[in-house]
Each structure stands twice: as C-alpha cells, then as structure tokens.
C-alpha cells in the first residue's frame, strides 16, 4: 500500500468527503445491478444510514492528505432480515451476535490496485475481533474479481452460493 495513505475512523468531520465518493461508487454497481440511484438518492442514503451517529454500522476510511481514496463499512448481524434491516440494533448493549457483516468495500478509481482494499478490510477484521464477535463474513459477486482476490488472500473461507461466494473469517 502506498507509505502515505493512513487508515482511521471515520468522523463526522469526513461526511463530505465521503458522500461524494458515493455517486461514483452508486454508477459502478448500476452497471452490474439493476439499481440506478440518481446521485442526490445514494448521497441521501449513506447520510441518513451508514454514516448516521449512533448507529450500529462502522466506518473506516482510507486518508491521503485531505483527500480520502475509500471506505469500509461494518456491522453486527444477525442474519435475521426483520432485525438487519434496522440502523439500530434493538438489544441491550451488551449482548453481542457473533457475526459481523462487511456491509460495503470502496475504494476511488485512481487509488486502486495499492492494497487500500486489504488495509480496510484488516482494520474492520481487528476491529470486530476486538468487539467479541467470532466470525466476519460477507457476500462478493463472481464478477467483482479483485474483491474475491482480496478475501482470497485475506485469508477468508468460500462458499460457493449461486452467483456470489459468501467469504467469512473466524476471529
Ligand atoms: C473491489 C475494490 C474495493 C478493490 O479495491 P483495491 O484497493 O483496488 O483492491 P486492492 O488493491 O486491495 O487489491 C485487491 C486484490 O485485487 C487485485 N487487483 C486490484 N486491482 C487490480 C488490477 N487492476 N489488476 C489486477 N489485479 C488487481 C490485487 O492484486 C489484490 O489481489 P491479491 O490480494 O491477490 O494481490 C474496488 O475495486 C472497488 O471499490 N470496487 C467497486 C465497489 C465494489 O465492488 N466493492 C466490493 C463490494 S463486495
């Protein structure tokens, strides 16, 4: 990865920076899905859900000076959709499910192909070891072949489910 790129938190003071990465990260998934967000839709999305305070999701992002190249966002899952499709888990705060889920992996054209991908995906699979959660894991599409090299060589365990792979790493 280049020497000059920092992986950290996100903040609140990263929530521009971010959104505007979303609508080109919005038009590369509307070539393979389809779903075509205008770009205020997807900005709208990320801001009132993944990147909203208090929440159960979690953020990392890849730094550059002030610019930011990606992202990585996370979340405790119970595989249950009636309870996954809430921003907010409706438990106690110390019950912990021992799934983590990798929600989303980003990373800007021009940074690509420098290991940014890895590096957040290790920084979330540390931080939810640390948390107490056992497994991480996450679906990648046979198409998105250098998510599936980054699982790969990541260390994660496939299993082969129709057009995707469920990729998950005990912790
Ligand atoms: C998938 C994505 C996150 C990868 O980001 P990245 O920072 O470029 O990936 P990395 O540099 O960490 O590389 C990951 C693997 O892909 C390979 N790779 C990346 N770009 C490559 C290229 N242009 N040519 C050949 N291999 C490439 C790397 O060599 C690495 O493989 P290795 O671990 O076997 O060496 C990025 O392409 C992206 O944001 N895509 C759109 C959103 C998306 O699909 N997200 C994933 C949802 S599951």
């Given at each position: ?9 996100y903040e609140s ?6 959104l505007a990465l ?28 993944y990147l909203r ?119």
């Open positions: 990865m280049a020497i000059d790129i920092i992986i950290r938190n003071k990263d929530q521009e920076r971010v979303i609508p080109e990260l919005d038009t590369e998934l509307s070539k393979r899905f389809d779903i075509n967000p205008s770009p205020e839709e997807g900005i709208k999305y990320y801001k009132e859900h305070e208090n929440t159960k999701y979690s953020t990392f992002i890849a730094s550059k000076d002030e610019k930011i190249a990606g992202f990585i966002i996370g979340h405790p899952t119970v595989d249950m959709a009636e309870i996954d499709h809430l921003d907010v888990l409706p438990i106690s705060s110390d019950w912990l499910p021992d799934d983590y889920y990798v929600a989303m992996t980003f990373v800007s054209q021009s940074y690509r192909n420098q290991g940014i991908s890895k590096e957040l995906k290790i920084k979330l699979v540390e931080y939810a070891r640390e948390c107490g959660h056992k497994e991480i894991w996450s679906y990648v599409g046979k198409w998105n072949e250098h998510s599936v090299k980054a699982n790969r060589s990541l260390g994660f365990q496939e299993q082969e489910q129709d057009k995707r792979y469920r990729f998950s790493l005990k912790l």
